[in-house]
């Protein structure tokens, strides 16, 4: 139950998204750094469970930025597509294309076909409505005859025309994603979330905050949680939809096949007790603890801040390592900082 939560509301970051990725402990997953050549200008984690070893969240030193949530679909027959979602974010971050262009080019050439249901935010920094200056340099202002500003939201589940929605596009827009569809207001995380937000930016600019201590300040949001403990008194079906209701996910053992959810990708891994029926389960009402194999949660944390001279601040925390041991305070962290290329 991974959330994004982006906010244009403080006056030195007019962008600043955070994340929270959700996942079985145990998916390997690299810590976030730049790629290989050729495509070293991009900087992401990477998902190493799948051939593609795609990414859910990814910046370029030129701007580009993607975000990626998949869709939680109840009864779903299939978990995971064919097609990994993180190649999405790849062939965002490597192209030169329009976001209109790309997406259409992707809907026609049929490289959203077998990919799992998601909500993709993307667009290019600099192009965005609240660099006002930078925007008008790129013919991105809102206006007749100018491309909308602002990252545009891509889905699988709904229909691509050539009207995309745009976000982030002015000051002072607070708006958290997760994994329901784009605009539904029904999760109590996304509600909560934007709320979250919002107080905290407000909070840090009237302290004055540096850079540090906002970043520490938003790990607090997203560390908000609000999912109570497992007392035996409800399937455990219904107790894992509780996710939806807190930005933090709190490690605990989430049965893949017989939790029903889709938006939570069964590990591959052989020998994790997950990947036969629900025959295998003695109860399939009752967490299996016998393993770390099952364990799900806040895997990962980021940060990405974008100040007006166009200076990127990127911070990931780890919390977990790949033998699904906490990782202590500090020392899953990671931290870049660059300069927009060709932003003056």
Request: charged share 25%; proline share 6%; aromatic share 8%.
């Amino acid at each position: 139950m991974c959330i994004a939560i982006i906010t244009t509301s403080h006056p030195k970051y007019p962008f600043i998204l955070i994340s929270n990725r959700d996942e079985y402990l145990c998916r390997p997953t690299s810590p976030a750094a730049y790629w290989d050549p050729p495509h070293n200008h991009i900087l992401s984690g990477r998902d190493m469970e799948r051939p593609a070893h795609g990414t859910w969240l990814g910046i370029t030193k030129g701007g580009r930025i993607a975000c990626l949530t998949n869709f939680h679909e109840e009864d779903a027959k299939v978990v995971k597509g064919a097609v990994s979602r993180g190649v999405i974010i790849k062939n965002w971050l490597t192209t030169d294309e329009k976001p209109e262009e790309w997406a259409k080019r992707l809907v026609e050439d049929g490289e959203l076909e077998g990919v799992g249901g998601f909500t993709l935010m993307y667009g290019k920094l600099g192009e965005l409505g609240i660099w006002d200056k930078k925007s008008a340099e790129n013919g991105h202002v809102n206006g007749e005859g100018k491309r909308p500003s602002g990252l545009a939201i891509l889905s699988n589940r709904t229909t691509v025309g050539s009207a995309l929605p745009y976000i982030a596009g002015k000051a002072n827009q607070t708006i958290a994603v997760s994994n329901a569809p784009f605009g539904d207001r029904t999760w109590r995380k996304v509600i909560d979330g934007e709320a979250l937000l919002e107080t905290a930016i407000k909070q840090s600019v009237d302290a004055q905050e540096d850079e540090d201590r906002l970043i520490s300040r938003l790990l607090k949001v997203l560390s908000t949680d609000a999912m109570p403990a497992y007392d035996g008194s409800e399937e455990w079906k219904a107790y894992t939809r509780k996710m939806q209701k807190s930005v933090f996910v709190r490690s605990f053992p989430l049965q893949g096949p017989s939790s029903g959810i889709s938006g939570v990708a069964t590990p591959l891994r052989t020998d994790s007790p997950l990947k036969g029926s629900e025959t295998e389960q003695e109860n399939p009402n009752v967490p299996d603890t016998s393993t770390k194999a099952g364990l799900y949660g806040t895997q990962k944390q980021t940060v990405i801040l974008a100040d007006n001279e166009g200076k990127v601040t990127y911070f990931e925390r780890t919390l977990f390592d790949q033998d699904v041991n906490p990782v202590p305070k500090g020392l899953g962290d990671r931290k870049y900082e660059f300069k927009i290329e060709d932003w003056e």
